[in-house]
C-alpha cells in the first residue's frame, strides 16, 4: 500500500507526528484504499489540532458546519455544511453507497441520523475562544463585510491511498476562518477538492475559492500523465497566483508527492 495524509495547508510541521499517529492507528490492514483513506481521515477528524470534525472552525455565526468526501472505483460521496456529527467522512462514504452522491445541510444531517451517526458537538474551547476574540474585533458592518473577503484556508485534512492498483482520496473540512454559514468550499467539489481514478489520487487543501475557480485536483491529476507526480503537485501550486493558501497531496504509479504554498503537515507510508 501506498499511502499519504495531511494535516492542511499552514498547519506547521511539528504536527507531523499526528498525522502520522493518524495514519498508524487508521489504517491497520484495510481491505482496499477506500478504507484506508476513511480510516485516517476519521483519526484526524477526531485529534482537536486539526481544522476538521472535532476541532473545526466555528463560521461567524458561532455555528460549526463541515465539508467531505470520498472518491473511489470511478465513484464518490461527498457531504457539505453538515453539522453535529464527529466523523463527516464516515457520512461521506455512506453517500458512497448510492444512490446519491452529495448531500447538503439540514438534509444530511436528517440523512447520517438515519444511518446510526447519534448527535455530536463538535466544539472545542479553543474554537469558542478565537471566535470570541474575532467577534471582539467587529465593531460595524463594515468590518464584518471586510470578514467576508479575509477568508483563508487551513488546517483542513486528507489523504490518498493505492491499494491493489487502486486508488482512494478522502478529505474534511471545518471550513475556512471565518466564513458565513452556508458557505461550501471546494473540499466535498469533484475535481476541486479531491479526485481519484485509475492513475491515481490527488486531495487538496487552502483557499477553497480559489481551488474551485482552478478545478486544482483534477488538474494535478491531467498534469500527472505529463509531468510524474512530484512535477504535477509542483505545477498546480505554481499556477496560482503568489500569496493564494494552496496545499496538494497525490498517489500514482510512482508513489506519492505533495506540494504547497506554505508549510503543510503530512505523513506518507
Ligand atoms: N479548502 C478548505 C476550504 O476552503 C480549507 C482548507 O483547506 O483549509 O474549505
Redesign the pocket.
Known amino acids: 500500500m501506498k499511502l499519504m495524509a495531511h494535516g492542511?495547508?499552514?498547519s506547521p510541521r511539528e504536527l507531523d507526528r499526528h498525522v502520522r499517529m493518524a495514519v498508524e492507528k487508521g489504517c491497520s490492514d484495510p481491505v482496499d484504499a477506500l478504507e484506508a483513506v476513511v480510516g485516517v481521515v476519521s483519526e484526524l477528524e477526531d485529534d482537536p489540532v486539526f481544522?476538521a470534525g472535532t476541532g473545526s472552525r466555528m463560521r461567524l455565526d458561532g455555528s460549526i458546519q463541515m465539508?467531505a468526501a470520498v472518491m473511489f472505483r470511478g465513484n464518490m460521496g461527498a457531504v457539505g455544511g453538515i453539522e453535529r456529527v464527529r466523523n463527516p467522512v464516515r457520512v461521506a462514504a455512506e453517500v458512497y453507497k448510492g444512490p446519491y452522491v452529495f448531500l447538503v445541510g439540514g438534509g444530511a444531517r436528517r440523512f447520517a441520523r438515519g444511518m446510526g451517526f447519534v448527535s455530536y458537538d463538535t466544539s472545542t474551547e479553543k474554537r469558542r475562544e478565537e471566535l470570541l476574540e474575532m467577534q471582539e474585533k467587529i465593531s460595524n458592518d463594515e468590518e464584518l463585510r471586510r470578514m467576508y473577503h479575509m477568508?483563508d484556508?487551513?488546517?483542513?485534512v486528507g489523504c490518498v491511498a493505492s491499494l491493489g492498483g487502486e486508488y482512494a482520496a478522502a478529505v474534511s473540512?471545518?471550513?475556512?476562518s471565518y466564513?458565513i454559514r452556508g458557505r461550501?468550499?471546494?473540499?466535498p467539489l469533484v475535481g476541486c477538492?479531491f479526485y481519484a481514478g485509475e492513475h491515481g489520487a490527488v486531495v487538496?487543501?487552502?483557499?477553497?475559492?480559489e481551488?474551485i475557480k482552478n478545478i486544482a485536483a483534477y488538474r494535478c491529476y491531467e498534469y500527472m500523465k505529463e509531468y510524474g507526480i512530484s512535477g504535477a503537485c509542483q505545477k498546480v501550486v505554481e499556477d496560482f497566483p503568489k500569496g493564494i493558501?494552496v496545499?496538494v497531496i497525490a498517489v500514482g504509479e510512482e508513489g506519492t508527492a505533495s506540494a504547497s504554498s506554505k508549510e503543510m503537515s503530512q505523513w506518507s507510508l
Open positions: 492542511g495547508v499552514g481544522n465539508d477568508v484556508g487551513g488546517d483542513t473540512t471545518g471550513g475556512t466564513c461550501i468550499g471546494d473540499s477538492g487538496t487543501t487552502g483557499k477553497g475559492e481551488i493558501s496545499g
